[in-house]
Nanobody
Framework: QLQLVESGGGLVQPGGSLRLSCAASGFTLDYYAIGWFRQAPGKAREGVSCISRSGGSRNYADSVKGRFTISRDNAKNTVYLQMNSLKPEDTAVYYC?????????????WGQGTHVTVSS
């Protein structure tokens, strides 16, 4: 069965850090660019970051630039999102998804999401 599984979410205080993981099973992750997306309650889903197949190209939404870092370990079939200096407005369900390229179309491979809550 082909799937992506996110983990690492939780409750953290403002200014804290979390590292999200996106692990693939049933297929090889390095065939795809991987994007992280988030959806806050009552809001549309938005793109957060994306990493190319090789890891040589990365992009970030302006709202997270300088605070979040995306990386990948193709040997472990896993992509990470290191989130530092978290703010309450980062509260959302975070999803990863496989894409053919960061600037190109997506696929039907989506994870189930992991909840991130930033609150004191």
């Amino acid at each position: 069965q082909l799937q992506l599984v996110e983990s690492g979410g939780g409750l953290v205080q403002p200014g804290g850090s979390l590292r999200l993981s996106c692990a693939a099973s049933g297929f090889t992750l390095d065939y795809y660019a991987i994007g992280w997306f988030r959806q806050a309650p009552g809001k549309a889903r938005e793109g957060v970051s994306c990493i190319s197949r090789s890891g040589g190209s990365r992009n970030y939404a302006d709202s997270v630039k300088g605070r979040f870092t995306i990386s990948r370990d193709n040997a472990k079939n896993t992509v990470y999102l290191q989130m530092n200096s978290l703010k309450p407005e980062d509260t959302a369900v975070y999803y990863c998804s496989a894409k053919y390229s960061c600037s190109g179309p997506g696929t039907n491979y989506w994870g189930q999401g992991t909840h991130v809550t930033v609150s004191s």
